[in-house]
C-alpha cells in the first residue's frame, strides 16, 4: 500500500524549533518530488516547501523562507521539514503529499498539527 | 503573488448538478487539479490534468477548462460530496498555489 506518515509535530512557544518526518512505504521514493502543504485551523490549503527527486533543488514558500529547511534521506524513505524561528502563525496541520508526474499531488498523509503558543 | 480564485461556498440539492469554477491568469498554460476535503481528513484528489480523474473516482466528478478557468462540475451530488474543494495549479515559474476553497453544501 502506497503511504505518507507524518510526525513530529506538537506545543512549540514562539521562537522554537521543531522536526517533521514523512516516512514513505509502498513506492520508490527516491523517484519523487515530495512537498510540504500546511492547513491553519479552518483555513484553506497552502504550499510550503517542496524537493526534487535526489534531493538538489529545493523550493519555499515567501512565508517560510529562511526559516525552514527541507531535505530527504532517499536511503531511509524520509522527508523532513526543520522549522525554526516559529510564529504563531506556522500553526497549522502540515501534510507531506507526493508528485506524480502528471503534476499534482496524489498521495498525501495523513497530517501533523504543529501549534505554536 | 499568484493567486486562484474560488467561490467561497456552492450550494445544491441532492442529484443536481454542482459547478464550481477556479480562475486564474495562468491557466491557459498551467494544469489545473483538484481536491476534495472532508472534515478532519487529508486532501484527495479528484481531478488532474484539468480533465481526467484518478482511479477510484466516481464518474459524476469531471473537469473542465477554458481560457483562465478551471470547473469542477459534480453530476447527480450525493449526499457524500459534501466536503471542502481545492483548485491547485502553478505559477509562471512553476510555483504551486492553491485556491482558497469552496465549500460544497449538499442541501
Known amino acids: 500500500e502506497v503511504q505518507l506518515v507524518e510526525s513530529g509535530g506538537g506545543l512549540v512557544q514562539p521562537g522554537g524549533s521543531l522536526r517533521l518526518s514523512c516516512a514513505a512505504s509502498?513506492?520508490?521514493?527516491?523517484?519523487?518530488?515530495m512537498y510540504w502543504v500546511r492547513q491553519a485551523p479552518g483555513k484553506g490549503l497552502v504550499w510550503v516547501s517542496r524537493?526534487?527527486?535526489?534531493?538538489?533543488?529545493?523550493s519555499y514558500a515567501d512565508s517560510v523562507r529562511g526559516r525552514f529547511t527541507i531535505s530527504r534521506d532517499n536511503a531511509r524513505n524520509t522527508l523532513y521539514l526543520q522549522m525554526n524561528s516559529l510564529r504563531v502563525e506556522d500553526t497549522a496541520v502540515y501534510y507531506c503529499?507526493?508528485?506524480?508526474?502528471?503534476?499534482?499531488?496524489?498521495?498525501w498523509g495523513q497530517g501533523t498539527t504543529v501549534t505554536v503558543s | 503573488s499568484y493567486e486562484l480564485t474560488q467561490p467561497p461556498s456552492v450550494s445544491v440539492s441532492p442529484g443536481q448538478t454542482a459547478r464550481i469554477p477556479c480562475s486564474g491568469d495562468?491557466?491557459?498554460?498551467?494544469?489545473g487539479y483538484w481536491y476534495q476535503q472532508k472534515p478532519g481528513q487529508a486532501p484527495v484528489p479528484v481531478i488532474y490534468?484539468?480533465?481526467e480523474r484518478p482511479s477510484g473516482i466516481p464518474e459524476r466528478f469531471s473537469g473542465s477548462s477554458s481560457g483562465t478557468t478551471v470547473t469542477l462540475t459534480i453530476s447527480g451530488v450525493q449526499a457524500e460530496d459534501e466536503a471542502d474543494y481545492y483548485c491547485?495549479?502553478?505559477?509562471?515559474?512553476?510555483?504551486?498555489?492553491f485556491g482558497g476553497g469552496t465549500k460544497l453544501t449538499v442541501l
Open positions: 495562468a491557466l491557459p498554460r498551467q494544469y
Open positions: 490534468k484539468d480533465i
Open positions: 509502498g513506492f520508490t521514493f527516491s523517484n519523487y518530488w
Open positions: 491547485q495549479s502553478a505559477d509562471s515559474s512553476g510555483t504551486m498555489v
Open positions: 503529499a507526493r508528485e506524480p508526474a502528471a503534476g499534482g499531488l496524489d498521495v
Open positions: 524537493m526534487n527527486s535526489d534531493g538538489s533543488s529545493t
